[in-house]
């Protein structure tokens, strides 16, 4: 069985600082990787998906890299703003049509 | 992008009463959906696996005569709580798989049963 875990549960940075969440995963045979944010009572946003066969994905100031052989994944945040606040997901999934495997997730503060 | 409309966004209803939460995929069509269930500070926890044309598929320990899921399109799923409680109060959301591999999540719907 798949599990997935965050580190760290939670991180407090100021503004400006550019941070690494981290995601790891017992079982490497997945179809992809996806990285979400989801703020305080809203539904998750999809931030980035890496196919099993990339290495990482690029969106703005986000880039997510993925190694599948160590099963791990890190999102990288370049210069954190405010907005960022939000808790980020990392989730696995291991076919076409399986269900989604969350990680426990990193509630991320960015202070002014 | 893939998106997915779930609608409504918050609903209060009074106990006994029936509930349904709508699930649309805007510019794909989707076979599968998926409906979750969130309480305050917790992980997502999926309730049930939804299949156009066929039955869902529920989640252990999850009651499917309480949490009535129907797919009938490729774009519409719809999950009914009946005979809401105070303990059915909670965050629902669905999502789909996108024609990428990945999955688009719809807003969620908050539910207070009074």
């Known amino acids: 069985k798949q599990e997935v875990t965050q580190i760290p549960a939670a991180l407090s940075v100021p503004e400006g600082e550019n941070l690494v969440l981290n995601c790891s995963f017992t079982?490497?045979?997945?179809?992809?990787l996806q990285w979400f944010r989801q703020d305080p009572g809203k539904g998750l946003t999809s931030l980035l998906l890496i196919q099993s066969s990339q290495r990482e994905q690029t969106s703005g100031r986000l880039n997510a890299s993925l190694d599948k052989s160590s099963g791990r994944s890190t999102l990288y945040i370049a210069a954190s703003q405010p907005g960022d606040s939000a808790t980020y997901l990392c989730a696995t999934n291991t076919g076409t049509a399986s269900k989604l495997t969350f990680g426990t997730g990193t509630r991320l503060q960015v202070t002014l | 992008g893939a998106v997915v409309s779930q609608h409504p966004s918050w609903v209060i209803c009074k106990s006994g009463t029936s509930v349904k939460i709508e699930c649309r995929s805007l510019d794909f069509q989707a076979t599968t959906m998926f409906w979750y269930r969130q309480f305050p500070k917790q992980s997502l926890m999926l309730m049930a696996t939804?299949?156009?044309?066929?039955?869902?598929?529920?989640e252990q320990g999850v009651e499917k005569d309480k949490f009535l899921i129907n797919h009938a399109s490729l774009t519409l799923s719809t999950l009914t709580v009946t005979s809401a409680h105070p303990e059915d109060s909670s965050f629902y959301i669905c999502?789909?798989?996108?024609?990428?591999?990945?999955?688009?999540f719809g807003s969620g719907t908050r539910l207070t049963v009074v």
């Open positions: 939804s299949n156009e044309g066929s039955k869902a598929t529920y």
């Open positions: 999502s789909a798989r996108d024609r990428l591999g990945g999955y688009t």
């Open positions: 079982d490497s045979a997945i179809y992809n």
